[in-house]
């Protein structure tokens, strides 16, 4: 079985302990999302290390949102997305402080399909390299905490400031149709939705977003759990893959950082620090693996086996939840697994735009 993963952070420092848990888990090459600072000297210094495990890596950039109220901002990051594609940066990685954070001079958030920004996804069709952009949130995160939240096992103490509930933000739906809005502007580049797009809850939504724009791909990390929570969802989930199988990749959303490496938990677990402890015995690096690895095998096994997971290692529901495999058919699951990411970034050599 071969796997790419399309989405992961690896702080530079954690690359050998990165490279350990794919050995572990079986995947050929992961795509690291740099962490907003993907850009000029930085970038480089980034890419260094990474290409001491050549064939192993593929470097996401960013676009350098703190000089977005500057003049020519948009001129001025595309001529840096240029820079940087020669130094080696394969794709560009826009979080979703576009649209949440990132704020005009009048205090006003800037929206994700402010023409500013068009000369950066215009660059990156004209490099052949994809824009991976993370654009809202699950629609729980803004409604309340309550018995009835699917993330209400999540949305409290380190995680709390997640939930948009009550919060002067624009709305799941607004921003959506600001992102939809930049990808069919665009239609020469290649734009992958991570997390369905935000529209895991609402699978039907996300296929009329692939039906309406040809130049969008979806990965689903971190979104296998409420895919495969109750059986009308599964099968929902399940015909969802057999009909898009050319457009969706496998991603993981792993997390290598300072913060979260020292607790032995992977952080995409989203378990809070204290409740799992590390083994008496056992080092912070080799639970990490362990706890990465979980991870990467839950979501091998919902794409392959009927298996029920029933204490799987996503927490969400504080009072627990199970998930139900798809068993999608071995040709389906190579296309998600690798297939289509190969078509979108061969690894090594040079890219291919098939957008």
């Known amino acids: 079985m071969r796997i790419i993963d399309i989405h992961t952070h690896v702080f530079p420092q954690y690359a050998d302990l990165a490279v350990r848990t794919m050995d572990a888990a079986g995947i050929s090459w992961s795509v690291t999302l740099a962490w907003h600072d993907g850009f000029g000297t930085l970038l480089r210094k980034q890419m260094e290390v990474f290409n001491r495990h050549p064939g192993r890596f593929v470097v996401f950039g960013n676009v350098d949102f703190a000089r977005v109220n500057e003049p020519g901002f948009g001129e001025m990051a595309a001529a840096q997305m240029a820079e ?72 409290h103490g380190e995680y709390a400031w997640w939930t948009y509930y009550r919060k002067a933000v624009p709305s799941l739906d607004e921003l959506i149709a600001e992102r939809n809005d930049v990808i069919r502007r665009h239609p020469r580049t290649c734009f992958i939705a991570p997390h369905l797009g935000s529209r895991a809850e609402a699978l039907d939504l996300a296929a009329d977003d692939l039906d309406a724009l040809p130049n969008l791909h979806m990965d689903f990390s971190a979104r296998v759990p409420i895919l495969g929570c109750s059986e009308r969802r599964r099968q929902h989930a399940r015909d969802f893959m057999l009909a898009y199988p050319d457009r969706l990749l496998f991603g993981t959303d792993l997390i290598f950082d300072d913060t979260n490496v020292p607790t032995g938990m992977q952080a995409q677990s989203l378990y809070q620090p204290y409740e799992v402890p590390i083994p008496a015995g056992m080092t912070p690096e080799t639970r990490y693996i362990e706890t990465s690895v979980a991870l990467v095998q839950s979501q091998l096994d919902f794409l392959r086996t009927n298996r029920v997971q029933l204490n799987p290692p996503f927490k969400r529901r504080k009072d627990g939840y199970a998930i139900q495999g798809l068993k999608l058919p071995p040709h389906v699951c190579d296309q998600i697994l690798w297939k289509n990411a190969e078509k979108l970034l061969p690894a090594p050599g040079p890219l291919a735009h098939t957008c």
């Open 84 to 155: 940087d594609f020669r130094a080696g940066m394969r794709g560009i990685k826009v979080y979703k402080a576009l649209g949440l954070t990132y704020k005009d001079r009048d205090g006003a958030l800037i929206r994700v399909n402010d023409p500013r920004l068009d000369p950066i996804w215009k660059q990156a069709g004209e490099l052949g390299i994809p824009v991976l952009i993370h654009t809202a949130d699950p629609v729980f995160f803004w409604q309340p905490v309550n018995d009835d939240n699917f993330w209400n096992g999540v949305l």
